[in-house]
């Protein structure tokens, strides 16, 4: 009987942690598209993806830049291509990027489901 009801604990733990994990996972996104204007007071941008689709995303301190001298290098039409986390106040840029780097991968086309 104790066995049992450890095994199900067990069990049930692993679920727990399985179930707090994937939103973890699937909280990243990847969004191509154009700079369709940025805010320099509160450090935001604002990308038409190649959906047509409008979507607001927050710089810190911590986004990286490839192949960009910053967020001051955003401009209005500048293509980009952005890995952002989805949070409590919306999406916050990781990495932020111009198309096309020759290095692991870049070029690679991305149709997973979290592709924008």
């Known amino acids: 009987m104790i066995v049992k009801r450890v095994s199900l604990l067990i069990a049930a733990s692993a679920l727990m942690l399985g179930a707090i994990a994937l939103p973890a996972q699937a909280a990243l996104r990847h969004i191509d598209g154009t700079v ?3 805010d320099a007071s509160n450090r935001t941008l604002k990308l038409t993806t190649q959906g047509g689709n409008t979507v607001r995303i927050k710089v810190t301190s911590s986004t990286k830049f490839q192949r960009l001298a910053g967020f001051g290098a955003l401009h209005k039409g500048l293509r980009v291509e952005v890995e952002a986390k989805t949070t ?12 096309g780097g020759g290095g692991g991968g870049g070029g690679a086309a991305d149709d997973g489901p979290n592709h924008t």
């Open 36 to 38: 369709a204007s940025k």
């Open 88 to 99: 409590a106040n919306g999406l916050v840029a990781t990495q932020v990027e111009t198309p």
